[in-house]
């Protein structure tokens, strides 16, 4: 939580790799905008100040403000039968 507050603090791009598939830990986009919006009633739990900490809606915004990147555990990678694994 500190590094996308601090991101988006400062505005640094970020490349989001979001995990669709629950049966492994993954999250919907509806539920990665929810988890960030109840964050905010951690705010002081954590240390942060509640006043310069951006919202759970910037902190969204921010972290989605470029097309993610689906983790897709379809794709199959071999090695060329040539190249000996490293």
Not at 4 to 26: E, N
Not at 57 to 69: C, G, K, N, R, V
Request: proline share 8%.
């Amino acid at each position: 939580m500190r590094e996308i507050v601090a991101s988006t603090r400062m505005r640094k791009p970020i490349i989001a790799l979001v995990d669709p598939d629950a049966s492994r830990g993954g999250l919907s986009l509806d539920e990665v905008h929810a988890q960030l919006l109840q964050a905010e009633a951690s705010y002081a739990k954590w240390d942060f100040d509640a006043a310069a900490t951006p919202s759970g809606q910037a902190l969204y915004d921010h972290l989605f403000a470029s097309e993610p990147i689906e983790w897709n555990r379809e794709c199959r990678v071999t090695k060329p039968p040539s190249q000996p694994l490293r």
